[in-house]
């Protein structure tokens, strides 16, 4: 079983729709949590992260993690065409902080 | 630069045949990361460099995979004997330290293809 567990999706959504994301995990021992938004044909661009339980939110973005379920999620208000994209999820923890652990990734399609 | 870049973009080779792959990071970043990317799955860790010393070389496959960045900044991941299991996108990341009390952001390049025939 993998360490970190992601719906590929797709997720289809129309335009101005919430987007809802998620991963759970089962090593106890990660601390930081992070979205990463990847494009076709492109490497992974950092999107959110958060450090130990809680929320955070950037602009049209919420990260959410609760360490007590083992899940963390991502969501998106106001969809847009350009937000079209695979978001992974990715975790590490202090006896490594170099090592990212991903998730599959979920493709999102958000229709015009 | 302004970003990571990688060469070459794409790389054909056959079976059995020595590849080299190519990372420069970020001007300045001292920390640099190779990971591999399998159709439909997520980056896997390979290994993770400070500076010029391999600081975490656990998901290195096996002996036939091998990474070195001499001067502290370029880097090549060096694959032996490919397989037809070795094709995936080769991605590099570079971070600015590469601390050891915390998680620091990573920069990803757009990666090497590699296709073993």
């Known amino acids: 079983q993998k360490e970190v567990e992601q719906d590929p999706g797709p997720l289809s959504v129309p335009e101005g729709a919430i987007v809802s994301l998620n991963c759970t995990y089962s090593?106890?021992?990660?601390?930081?949590f992070m979205w990463y938004r990847q494009y076709s044909r492109k490497g992974p661009e950092l999107l959110m992260y958060?450090?130990?339980?809680g929320n955070k939110e950037d602009g049209r973005f919420t990260a959410q993690v609760d360490k007590s379920s083992k899940y963390i999620s991502l969501f998106i208000r106001d969809s847009q065409p350009s937000d079209s994209a695979t978001y992974l999820c990715?975790?590490?923890?202090?006896?490594?902080?170099?090592?990212?652990?991903f998730g599959a990734g979920t493709q999102v399609v958000v229709t015009p | 630069g302004a970003g990571v870049s990688q060469t070459p973009s794409n790389k054909v080779t056959e079976k059995g045949k020595y590849v080299e792959l190519r990372c420069d990071p970020i001007?300045?970043?001292?920390?640099l990361y190779w990971y591999r990317q399998s159709l439909g799955q997520g980056p896997e860790f390979l290994i993770y460099?400070?500076?010029?010393?391999?600081?975490?070389d656990s998901g290195l496959p096996n002996d036939r995979f091998f990474a070195v960045r001499p001067e502290g900044s370029v880097s090549t991941l060096k694959i032996q004997r490919t397989e037809r299991g070795d094709s995936a996108v080769y991605l590099c990341?570079?971070?600015?330290?590469?601390?050891?009390?915390?998680?620091?952001?990573?920069?990803f390049g757009p990666g090497t293809r590699l296709l073993v025939l």
């Open positions: 460099f400070q500076g010029t010393g391999a600081a975490d």
């Open positions: 001007s300045g970043h001292t920390a």
């Open positions: 990341a570079s971070s600015s330290r590469g601390s050891r009390s915390y998680q620091e952001t990573q920069y």
């Open positions: 090593n106890s021992a990660f601390q930081y």
């Open positions: 990715a975790m590490s923890h202090g006896d490594s902080w170099g090592k990212l652990q």
């Open positions: 958060t450090y130990s339980s």
